[in-house]
């Protein structure tokens, strides 16, 4: 039976589903997906609670936390997604790269981390979910040779070291996001060298708390 035949239709957790969560949330962020792509993201969840059980991808259990602290979360820089390539680096359980795919399936999405057990996830995930627009590569970030106009990472490491890490990964003018808590100080960001700052933004994610902003560097021609 394929994940999208068994998508969780009731919670433990409470009185809503994650179905419900999803909807809610995408219509308080404006954003408009089709029904696969919405059965593609609940199949997402359903492969991460149950990868979950063995394999250690994440601390949220819980999946309508799932819903709101990783779909939603990683939906919330859509509008930022402007190229036909994005590697995400660090990816982990496949965040934010896999949500992603889901809504931009025009862009091919590569998902990078030194983990193997992640990575053979994220392998699992595009294979059962059929999104030929992921790829999950087991490398770390200093090894790959890919580049792409877009870089993308969820907290995977402080702007200055990110930027080390990563601008071997973007031809100039390519774009580097950074989702990050707590905006670091604009100084640390204004001096990273080989970028110019673009812009930071607040994310907002419906019922989160806690802070969120982004983080847009972009690679300089000189």
């Not at 859509?78 to 399936?105: C, M, R």
């Not at 998902?111 to 999104?131: C, G, N, W, Y």
């Amino acid at each position: 039976m394929s994940v999208l035949e068994k998508l969780p239709d009731s919670n433990p957790y409470g009185t809503t589903t994650p179905r419900l969560a999803l909807l809610d949330g995408l219509q308080r962020m404006q954003i408009e997906l089709s029904d696969p792509q919405i059965a593609s993201l609940l199949g997402y969840v359903q492969l991460l609670v149950k990868w979950n059980k063995v394999v250690n991808l994440t601390a949220v259990r819980d999946p309508l936390q799932m819903v709101r602290r990783h779909l939603l979360d990683s939906l919330s820089i859509i509008e930022y997604i402007d190229a036909d390539t994005l590697i995400d680096v660090g990816a982990g359980a496949g965040l934010p790269g896999i949500p992603l795919a889901i809504a931009k399936p025009h862009v091919n999405v590569t998902l990078i981390d030194s983990v193997a057990k992640k990575t053979r996830f994220m392998q699992q995930v595009a294979a059962e979910l059929r999104h030929a627009n992921i790829t999950a590569v087991h490398q770390r970030v200093e090894q790959v040779s890919l580049q792409s106009e877009l870089v993308v990472a969820r907290a995977f490491a402080s702007i200055d070291k990110l930027a080390l890490l990563t601008g071997h990964l973007l031809p100039a003018g390519g774009k580097l996001l950074a989702m990050v808590g707590q905006l670091p100080a604009s100084e640390q960001i204004e001096k990273i060298a080989g970028f110019s700052l673009v812009k930071t933004a607040k994310l907002t994610i419906p019922d989160e708390t806690a802070e969120r902003n982004i983080v847009i560097l972009e690679r300089d021609f000189t």
